[in-house]
């Protein structure tokens, strides 16, 4: 609704500039138009929200950017692995594979289609990577 502050009102060009009314004054008296304003304001809200929360689901894979591949790969080295640890670290890659495969092609947050092929494809390709 704030936009239309300096928006003017047709047929007011016969009147000077200081006296002419914008389109904000005609709206904010319009009750029903406050209402569906208010009523799409919460709803963008709540959509903004729902995909908020959705994106959080994917900070669990947020280490195959935040941290550094050969670093750790150091700091495992350091620890004199033996075959054990190794398979051990390859089971942990292929429990995050099976996450990643585990978030569904589509998710549906109200009038949006979220679909995840692509970074489904980007975080696995990172896991192997690593």
Known sequence: MKSTKNVQNWNQKDQP????????DWIAKDKEIVKVIL????SIQGTKNSVG???????????????????????????DPQLEDFEEKLNEFNLFQSDVSSVPQI???GALSLQTGNVKVSLKSKIRTW
């Open 17 to 24: 500039e200081e006296l002419r009314e914008p389109f904000y």
């Open 39 to 42: 009523l799409l304001t919460g």
């Open 107 to 109: 998710e549906q947050i």
């Open 53 to 79: 929360r959705f994106l959080l689901g994917f900070n669990r894979f947020d280490w195959l950017w935040k941290k550094n591949q050969e670093a750790e790969l150091k700091k495992f080295n350091a620890t």
